[in-house]
């Protein structure tokens, strides 16, 4: 049960404006260009002044919460603007840092660095490694550390730990957490093992030359560190804070850059973005109660808990002194100066997990006479089971008799025996939540009871329909194959499972009879299952003929379901009737809802209706036993 609470310092509304640091990088005149000067310089560490366009004589000058001269070294820029607000990814928050500003500016120079200079990136993942390992030692958490890295690529959200992949698409939880299925996440236990997932993902990342940068990003690339604790005692609370490190691409003026083509495409993509993000920090700087643009932008939908969301934000913005940077750094600097004004809300994403029989489990600690990893290990165990079942609508199936939910309720109020009033208060919320799970397991439950019904009646009237044994003997199936094969058609992409190769273990571990008969029918139906005709229903049950050993049966339904369970993109997409959709649909039900308890479940996604679940079934049974 996922829930907000009070930030760290108790404030349950506390707000935090969005810091916003401006970092000038050293002149770098051209042999070729003349020199002009810098049109842009410091007064102070918080003013800077930049020469007025309208008249060159005056100067337009500019307060920021940190300015960040020429000089400053990559650490000094880690340790002023960076460093502070790490510490709160360890309490559940989140917190984000982000490079902004015109190509050439140095963005990339700031967020990644050299290997000798090295940027925030790899500073804020030793940091928070080191933070981790100071607050593991004194406290009693369990912490985890994970990382995903994405680039948006003309308007593509791309996996750049696996590269391979597709388009993914971004989805917002019932807790208002934007999230993305299907985008891989990699539990990381020290620096170097983050190195080598990071240094090559890097180079996966798109960019090219342009005018104005040799080595141009061409996309937006953000790196997620998500570090998660786990309270090792009773209540065993569950804390989880995201640290979003974005490397944005840069403002481009085509004039200059000389972008053609694919250059420029990409270049119309990184534009409409950042005029997105400009119009999002306008909405939210707005005094009337606009609607912000978040969903006009992939990158805007993304950096939704970053400008106006839940977490501690960092902006800095790289500047460029040349001249001819002139207009990119005098729009940059308004826009940093607006961002400033955005303010955000962090709070705690915690997760309480209150232990099942707590009275059974303490009499067995104590029995066990465990000191510490055995019951521990067990009560995370515990942990992720009651999470599941709280947030798992299929997890009503388990909860007929609700032992469990019962279980909670009785050691909540238990607990509440013993505890302090103010306390009492908080376990009396609980309570009232858990009386509301109740109602709301019992609800989902009524319903998944009528599909599973409907589900039944479709099976049996299936059934019904059928007396006859459907194979007499096992050569059918490769005769199928053979005679079935020759006239081409789609079907044969449907009955692949069932061909020659994969026929044999089919044959011999489940069918029982069969007749040659019977087996012209079934090429029929198999491909009917797969695209079946409006109102054919029957010929899509009719296929159904087999008898099946059971347990080749249990085994093919328990191949499925891990699959469903721990299926990449790509493993899903290759069970049949799962296209890219409905894989992606079931990564965004299994990250909302955790695991599919039973191959049932799947009727819960968008669009599975009993029948196409009865199709899939089949298709992918008969797939797993020819495998
Ligand atoms: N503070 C700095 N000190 C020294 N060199 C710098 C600094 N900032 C940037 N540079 C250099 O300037 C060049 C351009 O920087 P960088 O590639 O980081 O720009 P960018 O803003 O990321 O550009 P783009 O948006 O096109 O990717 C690089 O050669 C980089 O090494």
Redesign the pocket.
């Known amino acids: 049960m996922a829930q907000r609470v009070a930030t760290s310092d108790g404030a349950a509304k506390k707000t935090s404006r969005v810091r916003v640091a401006v970092?000038l990088?050293?002149y770098?005149g051209g042999e070729d260009e003349k020199d002009e000067g810098p049109c842009v310089r410091g007064l102070d560490s918080q003013n800077l002044e930049i020469v007025n366009w309208r008249n060159a004589t005056e100067t337009v000058k500019y307060h920021f919460d940190v300015f960040h001269d020429?000089k400053?070294t990559q650490q000094e820029v880690f340790l002023s603007s960076v460093k502070p607000i790490l510490p709160h990814i360890l309490t559940g928050q989140n917190a984000s840092v982000f490079?902004y500003?015109?190509?050439?500016?140095?963005?990339?120079?700031?967020m990644?660095g050299?290997s000798d200079?090295p940027g925030v990136i790899p500073r804020a993942v030793r940091e928070v490694f080191k933070l981790v390992k100071v607050k593991a030692d004194e406290e009693g958490w369990d912490y985890s550390i994970g990382m995903s890295y994405l680039e948006i690529y003309n308007e593509k959200v791309l996996d750049l730990l696996s590269p391979s992949s597709q388009d993914l698409p971004i989805r917002e939880n019932k807790d208002k957490n934007i999230f993305i299925p299907g985008l891989t996440h990699t539990t990381i236990s020290c620096f170097s093992d983050f190195d080598k997932q990071f240094v090559p993902a890097s180079l996966n990342r798109t960019?090219a030359s342009?005018k104005?940068?040799?080595?141009?990003?061409?996309s937006h690339a953000i790196l997620l560190i998500k570090v998660v604790r786990t309270q090792r005692a009773a209540p065993h609370r569950k804390q989880t804070g995201k640290l979003y490190l974005i490397?944005?691409?840069?403002s481009?003026d085509n004039r200059r850059t000389g972008n053609q083509g694919i250059r420029l495409k990409e270049s119309g993509a990184i534009n409409l973005s950042l005029f997105t993000l400009n119009k999002v920090v306008d909405s939210l700087n707005s005094s009337a109660a606009v609607r912000v643009p978040y969903r006009d932008s992939k990158l805007t939908r993304l950096l939704q808990d970053s400008l106006g969301g839940s977490s501690h934000s960092v902006m800095i913005t790289?500047i460029a002194p040349e001249y001819k940077y002139y207009f990119d750094t005098f729009g940059a600097l308004n826009f940093a100066s607006k961002s400033k004004l955005v303010v955000n809300k962090p709070f705690t994403c915690e997760t309480v997990a209150v232990p099942a029989m707590p009275v059974k489990r303490a009499r067995d600690d104590h029995t066990a006479g465990g000191s510490g990893t055995e019951p521990h290990k067990k009560k995370q165990k515990d942990e992720r089971k009651t999470e599941q079942d709280c947030s798992s609508p299929s997890s009503s199936f388990d909860s007929l008799s609700e032992p469990s939910v019962m279980d909670r309720l009785i050691a909540l109020e238990k607990l509440m025996m013993n505890c302090q009033d103010k306390d009492k208060l908080s376990m009396l919320k609980d309570v009232a939540q858990s009386r509301k799970e109740i109602q709301e397991l019992k609800e989902k439950q009524k319903e998944f009871e009528n599909k599973a019904m409907l589900f039944r009646r479709l099976d049996g009237e299936k059934s019904s329909a059928k007396h006859e044994p459907s194979f007499k003997d096992n050569t059918a199936p490769l005769q199928r194959k053979q005679s079935a094969a020759t006239k081409a058609n789609k079907q044969q992409a449907v009955v692949q499972p069932l061909q020659v190769s994969q026929l044999q273990p089919l044959q011999q571990l489940a069918v029982v009879k069969k007749t040659s008969v019977c087996v012209k029918k079934k090429v029929k139906t198999i491909s009917d299952q797969v695209e079946p005709p409006d109102g054919k229903e029957n010929l899509v049950e009719t296929g159904w003929e087999f008898k099946l050993d059971t347990s080749v049966l249990e085994q093919s339904r328990q191949k499925i379901l891990h699959v469903l369970n721990t299926g990449s993109l790509k493993e899903l997409k290759g069970l049949q009737q799962i296209g890219d959709k409905k894989a992606k649909l079931i990564l965004g039900w299994r990250e909302i809802h955790g695991h599919f308890l039973k191959l049932e479940d799947v009727l819960t996604i968008e669009g599975m209706t009993a029948k196409r679940f009865s199709t899939f079934m089949k298709a992918n049974i008969l797939s797993a036993m020819g495998k």
Do not use: I, V, W, Y
Request: hydrophobic letters at 20%.
């Open positions: 970092r990088r050293p770098m020429e400053t490079a500003g015109p190509t050439g500016a140095g963005k990339t120079h700031t990644m050299s200079q960019t342009t104005l940068n040799q080595r141009s990003s061409r490397d944005l691409a840069g481009e790289n």
